[in-house]
């Protein structure tokens, strides 16, 4: 695992932690965690969380959307070289909504960029308002 990252993944954990005047126990009771192994992930010393517990620690520290997905874009940047750096909230959507895999695959397969995306991006946020 890259260290570096991970201990940006942890300092970060703990600068929303400490900016919203929660405990180190009480947000690692939050996520269901023990506060021995929040520690170590907020020293860099041990991995990210998993996606449940992403999802925990985004609605128990009351995260806008933007800190979200930092939160979710930080935690994959923190993952081993191995694997797929793929923000945890996009890849769980992406396994449960096949449709999604299939689009990036046919966007793949026809050399779609970034002109065709923003269309689509642009038809989304309008229904989001």
């Given amino acids: 695992m890259n260290t570096v990252q991970r201990l940006r993944f942890g300092r970060y954990v703990e600068t929303l932690r400490k900016s919203r005047g929660k405990s180190l126990r009480e947000t690692a009771k939050a996520i269901k965690v023990s506060p021995q192994y929040y520690s170590e ?27 979200s997905h930092t939160l979710y874009d930080v935690a994959a940047q923190s993952r081993t070289s191995n694997d797929v750096v793929t923000p945890q909230d996009c890849a769980d959507y992406m396994l449960s909504n096949s449709y999604v895999i299939d689009a990036l695959r046919l966007s793949m ?9 923003r269309v689509l991006l642009d038809e989304l946020r309008a229904r989001k308002g």
């Fill in 41 to 67: 992930v907020e020293k860099g010393r041990s991995s990210t969380f998993t996606a449940e517990r992403l999802k925990l620690l985004s609605q128990f520290l009351l995260l806008n959307e933007e800190e």
């Fill in 109 to 117: 397969e026809t050399g779609a960029g970034e002109k065709e995306w």
